[in-house]
């Protein structure tokens, strides 16, 4: 079955309160932010989502699939798991190396050109990644960017996950702006958990958490697209200060001063 469409029935918050809100649906080519201070329980909604619950979670919460109950064999078939879940802490617990690790993934789906497959993968990990990922290094000596940026790009080009849940990625050096737009070509449904307001902004809308309940779902509007256009120039701005201090050079006001000047606003 083709997913089309996932709707979250909200539930309770932390104090056992209804949530405001009462639902959302998410539909192919969507992007949905969730924010919200630590602690506000945005994890734990995407972990009911990924999860499938039905009732049957401290939140109360549920989901449906395409407006029905979720198939049994999502949920009990990994091999059918539409979700792909990016979570704060991944690590590998194989040591091998990222090629031998993509092929036998690539294997197992059934992919026709393995090798296509695993170039086009790679080539999109390093493209989310400041720091290039080489195929023979073993899966353990990733970075956690490297790591997060692979598991992208596995869920998205291997996978083929029709929905993806990215739990905080902007800590692990992804240039995220950039992902964003490459991630929007793939037509899928991803929800960020983000406390990053490019990537919030970016966002078809998103929830905002409070104590673990959903408290309001802002749609973006056109003025906040307008913004996010400035943002992304600032943001890139700061990446290549980062960039400069990271690679051991100085920086000096004229360099700033330029860098300052081209921002078109
Ligand atoms: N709706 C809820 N009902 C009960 N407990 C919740 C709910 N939402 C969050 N919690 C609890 O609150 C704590 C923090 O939630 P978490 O999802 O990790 O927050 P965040 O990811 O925003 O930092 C967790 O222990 C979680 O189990
Ligand atoms: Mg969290």
């Not at 080539?123 to 899966?139: H, K, R, V, W």
């Amino acid at each position: 079955m083709d997913v089309n469409k996932i709707t979250l029935f909200g539930g309770f918050g932390k104090d056992g309160s209804a949530e405001k809100v009462r639902k959302f649906s998410m539909t192919v080519g969507d992007i949905v932010s969730i924010v919200g201070p630590t602690g506000c329980g945005k994890t734990t909604l995407i972990n009911d989502i990924e999860l499938f619950a039905n009732e049957n979670t401290p939140s109360g919460r549920r989901v449906e699939i395409n407006d029905m109950p979720v198939p049994e064999d999502f949920i009990f078939d990994p091999s059918h798991h539409p979700i792909a879940l990016i979570s704060q802490h991944t690590n590998f617990l194989s040591d091998l190396p990222v090629v031998e690790f993509l092929t036998i993934h690539a294997t197992v789906r059934g992919a026709k050109n393995v090798e296509s497959i695993i170039t086009e993968t790679l080539s999109f990990a390093n493209e989310l990644t400041g720091e290039a990922i080489m195929q023979d290094i073993a899966m353990t000596e990733l970075s956690g960017g490297q790591t997060r940026s692979l598991l992208i790009a596995d869920a998205v080009v291997i996978g083929n996950s029709p929905i993806i849940l990215l739990d905080e990625i902007e800590n692990a050096g992804i240039h995220r702006t950039k992902a964003l737009e490459l991630l929007k070509k793939y037509k899928k449904i991803f929800v960020f958990v983000t406390h990053d307001p490019c990537i919030a902004l970016m966002s078809d809308f998103r929830i905002v958490m409070k104590n673990g309940a959903m408290q309001q779902l802002i749609i973006t509007r056109p003025e906040e697209k307008n913004v996010v256009a400035k943002m992304k120039q600032i943001d890139d701005m700061m990446l290549d200060f980062r960039q400069i201090i990271r690679s051991g050079d100085e920086l000096s006001e004229s360099i700033f001063n330029e860098n300052f000047k081209v921002l078109t606003f």
